[in-house]
Structure formats: structure tokens, C-alpha cells
């Protein structure tokens, strides 16, 4: 399959899509969106592999996302309901497992890894994060694949950690910040996703028109966030078209050309096959 869209930070290995994953597989094929599907901990991390072994137009990312570095909240769209008997559990972070995962051809990038300091109190938790953070960098430095960024609250912190031990570039996911923290990364090589929020909230506007398009991705975060006209529904890869769509209105240029550097800006980012 032709990419023509790229939807580069999904989650189709999460519970959410336990019933009718096929389907939602099938709309996205319509649309011709590739699909990079993100692990969060050792079981989404598989997951997202056995996504990418079963789908010719997937892959895979495998990390600890900083929020299941400490016991915290449990998401029924990522863990289900009941029966599951962990909440976030804590998990400590396994660098030969992860490396183990990380060999397997369909895997693109390390994480979703980094720092989340809008629900973790200072302390000890911050500093977890800032350990575990810095151990997937050394991994991804190790098998040489792209970092995928989860930083909320944080972003002068984890420029530090990554300008001290990052040997690598990669993506900034759902990148919510400022045109001058933008700046620090783009000057470090990375790159910069956004998700259907833009659909419906202008606060990105501004750095979205700053950065260089050869710097953008689009993703969907499936299944948060649904942009407009999806809003109120579970989001999915197909939607990731409107996405793209936007990012070429807000920036006020062809859709065309848009959607294309966008597909090129995640083979880049993520070697992808050119497919």
C-alpha cells in the first residue's frame, strides 16, 4: 500500500479496540493512513508488535510511558475494565526486555518515553520519571531508533536530559508547547506531531505556523482527542485526515502538497520503508 497519510502516534493496541479492531483496521486501509502504534508498557509494547507483524502498513514503538513509572490512575480505554489487576502498577522499567522488542524489524522508535509532570507531585515520582527517561534514551541510542517523546509540563527538563545523553533525534508527540521551547528541539533535530485538537482549539495556531513543514507529522492519539467532525466519538487512524487537512489550512497552504510533506516528514523521522 501507497501511504497517503500517516498517522504517527496511535494506540490501536489498547483495549478501547478490543471488539472491533479488524474494522477499524479496515477504515484505515480505505483511507490508506500508515499507522504507528505506540506502547506504553510491556503489554501494550507487545501489542503494537503483533499489530505491525499482522499489518503490512503498521508499525511499532515499545517503552514505558512516564505516567506507569508510579502507581497512578487506571484508564479503561488503555487497560479495560475489570479484571485487569494492575492500575498503572509502577512498572519497572526493563531495559533487556525492551531491547529484546526493540530488535524486531517493525520497530520504529523507543517509547512512548519522557516526562509527565502535570499529574505526578514533585518528589519522587518526578525523579523515577527522570531515571526511567533517561535509560530509554540509552536504549534507543543503543539500537540506534528514533525516540518517540511523551513530555507534558516538562519541557525545559527533558530538553536538558536529551541535550546531556541523546544520541538520536525523534518525534515530540502531541507537542503542546511554545514557540521557544519548540525552538530548543527543533535546533536538536526533532521533529513535531499534532493530533484532531487542533481541529477545534486555535492555542496551537502559532507554533504550527512556525515550524519549517518539513519538521511536522500528524497523529491521531487514538482513541483520545477525536478531531472535528468526529468529536464525541472514539477516535481511530482514519480521522487522521483531518488532521492533516488542518495543519494545510492553519498554515495556509496547499492541502496537497501538505499532506505529502507530512507522509515523507514520518519516513524520515522513523525510516520508514518507502512504501
Not at 87 to 97: A, C, K, L, P
Not at 124 to 143: D, G, S
Not at 189 to 216: H, K, M, N, Q, W
Request: aromatic share 10%; with cysteine; net charge negative.
Amino acid at each position: 500500500m501507497e501511504m497517503k497519510y500517516t498517522d504517527t502516534h496511535a494506540h490501536l493496541n489498547f483495549a478501547a479496540y478490543d471488539a472491533d479492531r479488524a474494522e477499524v483496521i479496515t477504515r484505515a486501509l480505505e483511507q490508506r493512513v500508515g499507522v504507528i502504534n505506540v506502547g506504553t508498557q510491556k503489554d501494550t509494547s507487545n501489542g503494537a508488535v503483533e499489530l505491525a507483524e499482522q499489518n503490512e502498513h503498521m508499525w511499532a514503538t515499545v517503552g514505558l510511558h512516564p505516567i506507569h513509572t508510579s502507581a497512578s490512575y487506571h484508564d479503561a480505554e488503555e487497560l479495560g475494565e475489570g479484571g485487569k489487576e494492575f492500575t498503572s502498577r509502577g512498572e519497572v522499567f526493563d531495559y533487556d526486555f525492551y531491547k529484546k522488542l526493540a530488535a524486531h524489524p517493525k520497530v520504529v522508535a523507543i517509547g512512548e518515553c519522557g516526562l509527565d509532570f502535570f499529574r505526578q507531585p514533585e518528589g519522587a515520582a518526578q525523579k523515577k520519571q527522570e531515571e526511567v527517561f533517561v535509560r530509554q534514551i540509552e536504549l534507543a541510542n543503543e539500537v540506534g531508533k528514533s525516540l518517540m517523546l511523551h513530555i507534558r509540563s516538562a519541557y525545559a527538563e527533558a530538553y536538558e536530559i536529551i541535550k546531556r545523553h541523546a544520541r538520536v533525534h525523534g518525534n515530540l508527540h502531541f507537542f503542546a508547547g511554545s514557540v521557544e521551547e519548540a525552538q530548543l528541539f527543533l535546533d536538536a533535530g526533532f521533529y513535531f506531531s499534532f493530533t484532531g485538537v487542533i481541529t477545534f482549539a486555535r492555542s496551537y495556531d502559532e507554533v504550527i505556523r512556525f515550524l519549517p513543514l518539513g519538521r511536522i507529522m500528524s497523529e491521531t492519539d487514538c482513541p483520545f482527542v477525536s478531531p472535528a467532525p468526529h468529536r464525541g466519538k472514539r477516535n481511530e487512524p482514519a480521522f487522521v485526515v483531518e488532521v492533516a487537512r488542518k495543519i494545510a489550512d492553519i498554515r495556509d497552504e496547499d492541502r496537497e502538497r501538505v499532506r505529502a510533506a507530512l507522509v515523507e516528514n514520518a519516513k524520515s523521522c522513523y525510516a520508514l520503508p518507502h512504501v
